[in-house]
C-alpha cells in the first residue's frame, strides 16, 4: 500500500517561505515521479511542480518555489520563497510510478494522493 504523508505547512506573512515535505512508502521511491498540487476554495486541484528524471514547474510558481527530493530518505520537498497571498491553498503530494523526461501535470496522471497540508499566505 502507497502511502504519502505531508507535512511542514501553516501561516506565513506576505514574501516568507516554507517548507514542505512528503514522506513516501509502499513503492520503490527512485523510480517513481513525484509532484505537488495546490486546491484553493472554490477552485480545481491545479499543478505545482514535479520531478523526475527533470524538474518542471508551473508558470506562477517558477523562480519562487524549488522541488528536491532525497531517495535515502523516500522524501520530497517544496521549497516555497517569496509567498504570496495567492499561493493559500492545500498542497498535496501525488506519486506516479516510472521516470520520465517530461513530467505530467495532469491530476489524472498520478494514482496516490496524500492527505494534504494547509499553507496560509497573508497580505
Known amino acids: 500500500q502507497v502511502q504519502l504523508v505531508e507535512s511542514g505547512g501553516g501561516l506565513v506573512q506576505a514574501g516568507g517561505s516554507l517548507r514542505l515535505s512528503c514522506a513516501a512508502s509502499g513503492r520503490t521511491f527512485s523510480t517513481s515521479t513525484m509532484a505537488w498540487f495546490r486546491q484553493a476554495p472554490g477552485k480545481e486541484r491545479e499543478f505545482v511542480a514535479a520531478?523526475?528524471?527533470?524538474?518542471y514547474y508551473a508558470d506562477s510558481v517558477k523562480g519562487r518555489f524549488t522541488v528536491s527530493r532525497d531517495n535515502a530518505k523516500n522524501t520530497v520537498s517544496l521549497q516555497m520563497n517569496s509567498l504570496k497571498p495567492e499561493d493559500t491553498a492545500v498542497y498535496y503530494c501525488a506519486t506516479t510510478d516510472g521516470l520520465t523526461a517530461s513530467p505530467p501535470t495532469g491530476v489524472e496522471k498520478y494514482d496516490y494522493w496524500g492527505q494534504g497540508t494547509q499553507v496560509t499566505v497573508s497580505s
Open positions: 520531478i523526475s528524471w527533470s524538474k
